[in-house]
Structure formats: structure tokens, C-alpha cells
């Protein structure tokens, strides 16, 4: 089965993920929201960690998931469930929580929408000494700003920047946070509701200072133009801007959990009509786009996002 990396890859985060840095034995029972087709999760069992559990609202993923590692990691778990509202998942259950690339997505979607989830974050990770893992395409100032400390009731936060690989040509991949209960919070900090009013408070104040968007100097841009331009040397593709089929395009562009509902031929129709307009040529409509540029990519993200 394919699998598809969001946002950073278990090789670009794996230091991090030691047992020594986020203060749990390889016994520590760990969630990741979101998990998707990814890696991560088998990355993370043979790195040490087999009380781990994984969730995804989504059927078709679940099951391919659990075909593909039932034997070969039996004590690997797969939950299918919505990470907004999640009863099937024990309150403070989790040691590690991880999110890699599901906050990012909910980002876009309306406030309560985030709200929910970090509600369910709050209710999932233990109490005590639980770590909330948060990996992003975002800069670390960004998180905090939006995610302080306030708001979550987590204890303290430890940040780092993950480094690309070409420096001169991309100032970092994105982010790792580790939001930490060190035993100095009561069990019964807040209700909530509480928590959800609080946290919708801390990103409305937020989103009226400052919305994110596309822009051409964020982490995501310079992680998707990576990725892009990786896979055309894989292709043989030459030039400052070369073009790889839509196909191809379409994976490396549009999040896993959006292509559900989001389907190749839909963005296939997207693409011819965005291009037609660009051209000012109802023509264009009749001819399927059969490939892009990354620049061609991107103009069409900020179109149709």
C-alpha cells in the first residue's frame, strides 16, 4: 500500500521521539490523531513503542491499515473514530499523544471545529505527566502564539525547528512542539466546556490579529516546492519549474484526508477550469490538464482554497 507524508517524514522528527526526550518508557501506551496512511505508526513500533494505538475517521483507511500490519505488528491498534468526539477513546488514557499533520488541516476549517478537537486532545492525554505531541508545517512562533499555554493547561512547552536539508534554499521543514503535564496541574483543572470557551477565546483574538494564508515564504510552501521538485528529479524532470502529471501533482498537493471527498477527477475539472480562466479562454475547458508546474500548483491552491 502507498503511503502518503503530509507534513515531515518519522526520519525528519525522529530524535525527538526517543523515550528520553518525551520522559515515557518504549511501555508508555501513545495515540496518534489522524494517522492516516502514513508511516509514523510503523516507524514508531519498530522503533520501540508497541502499546500503541492509532485513530482515523476514515473506513477504507482503517481497514487497509489493519490488513497490512495485523500480523506483522499485533499489538499495534486502529481505532476508527472522529478525532472531534471520540468516546471510543479512554479519558486520559495516553501517556504520548501525536499529532502529525491533523491540526494543520483543521486550521481551515471554523473555530469550533478546532476547538472540539483540542477539547478531545485535552480529555485523551493523561492528566499527569501526558505529553501532547504536536508536529506542523507552521513556524514555532506561530503555534505558540495561537496554542499558549493559557489555553491549553498544559504545564510548559518545549519547541523545536526541523532543519531542511538545503539551507540556502529553505529555512526549515516545519515544527515540533511538545505541549507537557508535569504533575503540577490538578486533575480537575477545567471542565470542558471551559476549555472550549477558553481556547475559542485565544483563536478568535488570534484570527482577528492575523489569518493564515497561502504565502509564498511559509513552511508549507517551501515543504510542498520540496517535495515537488524531489520528485521530478526522481521523474527526470529538468528546468527551474518543471512539470510532472497531473496524477502526480494531484497526491503531492492535496492532503490524504481531503482526497475522500476530494477526488482526482474533481481536481482534474478544477485545474482545466482555473486554467481557462487564467487564459481568459473558455477553450481550455474542452482539454483536460495533463500536467503542472509547482507555480501552476500553488497559483491553483490560492485560487481554490
Given at each position: 500500500?502507498?503511503?502518503?507524508?503530509?507534513?515531515?517524514?518519522?526520519?525528519d522528527?525522529?530524535?525527538?521521539?526517543?523515550?528520553?526526550?518525551?520522559?515515557h518508557s518504549?511501555?508508555?501506551?501513545?495515540?496518534?490523531?489522524?494517522?492516516g496512511?502514513?508511516?509514523?505508526?510503523?516507524k514508531?513500533?519498530?522503533?520501540g513503542f508497541?502499546?500503541?494505538s492509532n485513530l482515523?475517521?476514515?473506513?477504507?483507511?482503517?481497514?487497509?491499515?489493519?490488513?497490512?500490519?495485523e500480523y506483522?505488528?499485533?499489538?499495534m491498534?486502529?481505532i476508527?473514530?472522529?478525532?472531534?468526539a471520540c468516546?471510543?477513546?479512554?479519558?486520559?488514557g495516553y501517556?504520548v499523544v501525536?499529532?502529525?499533520g491533523?491540526?494543520?488541516?483543521l486550521l481551515?476549517q471554523?473555530?469550533?471545529?478546532?476547538?472540539?478537537?483540542?477539547?478531545?486532545?485535552?480529555r485523551?492525554?493523561?492528566k499527569q505527566?501526558?505529553?501532547?505531541?504536536?508536529?506542523?508545517?507552521h513556524d514555532?512562533d506561530?503555534?505558540?502564539d495561537?496554542?499558549?499555554?493559557?489555553?491549553l493547561?498544559?504545564?510548559?512547552?518545549?519547541?523545536?525547528?526541523?532543519?531542511?536539508?538545503?539551507?540556502?534554499?529553505m529555512?526549515s521543514?516545519?515544527?515540533?512542539l511538545?505541549?507537557?503535564?508535569?504533575?503540577e496541574?490538578?486533575?480537575?483543572?477545567?471542565?470542558?466546556?471551559?476549555?472550549a470557551?477558553?481556547?475559542?477565546?485565544?483563536?478568535?483574538?488570534h484570527?482577528k490579529?492575523?489569518?493564515?494564508i497561502?504565502?509564498e515564504?511559509s513552511?508549507e510552501f517551501k515543504?510542498?516546492?520540496?517535495a515537488?521538485?524531489?520528485?521530478?528529479?526522481?521523474?527526470?524532470?529538468?528546468g527551474?519549474?518543471?512539470?510532472?502529471p497531473?496524477?502526480i501533482?494531484?497526491?503531492?498537493?492535496i492532503p490524504?484526508?481531503?482526497?475522500?471527498?476530494?477526488?482526482?477527477?474533481?481536481?482534474?475539472?478544477?485545474a482545466?477550469k482555473?486554467r481557462?480562466?487564467?487564459k481568459?479562454?473558455e477553450?481550455d475547458?474542452?482539454h483536460?490538464?495533463?500536467?503542472m508546474?509547482f507555480?501552476?500548483?500553488w497559483k491553483f491552491?490560492?485560487?481554490?482554497q
Open positions: 500500500m502507498d503511503s502518503f507524508e503530509w507534513v515531515l517524514s518519522f526520519e522528527v525522529e530524535k525527538y521521539l526517543q523515550p528520553e526526550v518525551l520522559s518504549y511501555d508508555a501506551p501513545v495515540l496518534t490523531l489522524g494517522c496512511n502514513s508511516r509514523l505508526s510503523e514508531l513500533y519498530t522503533s508497541k502499546n500503541l482515523d475517521n476514515r473506513v477504507e483507511v482503517i481497514e487497509q491499515m489493519k490488513q497490512e500490519y506483522k505488528m499485533p499489538s491498534k486502529w476508527l473514530g472522529d478525532a472531534l468516546p471510543e477513546v479512554e479519558t486520559g501517556k501525536i499529532d502529525k491533523l491540526f494543520d488541516y481551515a471554523k473555530y469550533h471545529v478546532l476547538v472540539a478537537y483540542l477539547t478531545e486532545v485535552q485523551v492525554v493523561d505527566n501526558g505529553v501532547f505531541v504536536l508536529i506542523s508545517f514555532v506561530y503555534l505558540k495561537l496554542l499558549p499555554l493559557t489555553a493547561c498544559f504545564s510548559r512547552v518545549d519547541t523545536f525547528t526541523i532543519p531542511g536539508t538545503d539551507v540556502s534554499a529555512k521543514l516545519g515544527s515540533l511538545l505541549f507537557r503535564n508535569n504533575g496541574i490538578k486533575t480537575n483543572i477545567m471542565s470542558c466546556e471551559a476549555f470557551r477558553r481556547i475559542e477565546e485565544e483563536i478568535n483574538d484570527f490579529a492575523k489569518k493564515p497561502l504565502r515564504q513552511c515543504q510542498r516546492q520540496e515537488f521538485l524531489q520528485r521530478a528529479n526522481r521523474e527526470g524532470k529538468q527551474r519549474d518543471p512539470k510532472l497531473c496524477a501533482v494531484y497526491k503531492l498537493i490524504a484526508e481531503l482526497q475522500v471527498e476530494y477526488s482526482y477527477e474533481d481536481f482534474c475539472h478544477d482545466a482555473t481557462s480562466e487564467w481568459h479562454s477553450d475547458l474542452s483536460e490538464v495533463e500536467s508546474t507555480s501552476e500548483a491552491l490560492q485560487v481554490n
